[in-house]
């Protein structure tokens, strides 16, 4: 027989309670999966020092996302954790950032400022990986600028603000918190998740004039992030002040800070900069997009 077709009965305890666990275990997955809208997903299997000698050190696969939660494919992969102490990671192939190594602290700022995770994992006792899906269609250097303001903003990790970075995976074994006292490391949880797909909404422009009120103000956004994702959204109208009010409207609806909102407005758009007060007019262009949405 296979190494995968014995991959549940290889770490099968004398445990009644044991096909339960592994079902809710599933259940985890696939709902951490669902809340990060991709097509496929990156697996990352990576030997740990806790991991057998003869263990490969490493499996990397792309799979559709059907696939990566079919019954034996995620028993494999779970056995890989468990039997092997291979630490389990993964990513979506979509629009989706991944803030690394933060805290509770952190996360409550997060919600302060109105910037909602689709996903988070309590990795250790602790530290959090917070999943923030952003605007489909983007090209990599404004994900990776988004990706680098969260990190900054939050006290995330900066070396893991890459396109192609992974977090480890809700429900799994870490075995880098094996020790002594600790001999089977501790349990990846599922802190929360929510569907975040995308959503067809219907805008509607209204007279810029408005003087909205604001309870925020300009971030400190690097200027090239900002001018980066302001090209980037750029949307094909004469309308100047029309094509701000939808940038800073898509930007909302995805999370952004209206602070960080208001820096894209005030360093990409040379509209903003005719007027007398240019921070005044991205403040007031975030206050009236944020209030069309309530």
Not at 1 to 14: D, G, I
Not at 50 to 55: E, G, I, L, T
Not at 147 to 162: F, P, S
Request: include cysteine; charged fraction near 25%.
């Amino acid at each position: 027989m296979t190494e995968r077709s014995n991959a549940v009965a290889s770490v099968r305890p004398l445990d009644p309670d044991f096909e339960q666990r592994l079902r809710a275990a599933r259940r985890v997955t696939k709902q951490f999966v669902y809340a990060l809208p991709a097509d496929e997903w990156i697996i990352r299997m990576k030997a740990s020092d806790a991991s057998p000698a003869d263990c490969q050190s490493i499996f990397s696969r792309h799979w559709q996302t059907g696939e990566m939660l079919a019954e034996r494919t995620y028993n494999w992969q779970r056995w890989l954790n468990r039997a092997k102490l291979m630490h389990w990671f993964g990513r979506p192939c979509g629009p989706h950032v991944l803030l690394d190594d933060i805290g509770f602290d952190a996360l409550r700022d997060m919600r302060r400022d109105h910037v909602r995770p689709s996903a988070v994992v309590e990795t250790s006792p602790g530290n959090l990986q917070a999943w923030v899906t952003v605007a489909g269609g983007r090209k990599p250097i404004a994900t990776r600028a988004y990706a680098r303001e969260l990190a900054i903003r939050y006290g995330g990790d900066m070396g893991a603000t890459g396109d192609g970075q992974i977090g480890r995976m809700p429900a799994s074994l870490n075995a880098k918190h094996i020790s002594a006292d600790n001999p089977r490391g501790c349990l990846a949880r599922l802190y929360m998740a929510k569907y975040a797909g995308p959503q067809k909404v219907e805008i509607t422009h209204q007279d810029q004039s408005y003087d909205a009120p604001a309870d925020f103000s300009l971030s400190d956004m690097a200027a090239e992030d900002a001018i980066a994702i302001y090209n980037e959204l750029y949307p094909e109208t004469s309308d100047r002040s029309k094509r701000d009010w939808r940038i800073a409207w898509n930007l909302l609806a995805t999370g952004f800070p209206p602070g960080d909102t208001a820096a894209v407005i005030y360093f990409g758009s040379g509209h903003a900069h005719e007027h007398s007060d240019p921070e005044g007019y991205s403040v007031r262009t975030v206050a009236k997009a944020r209030e069309a949405m309530s």
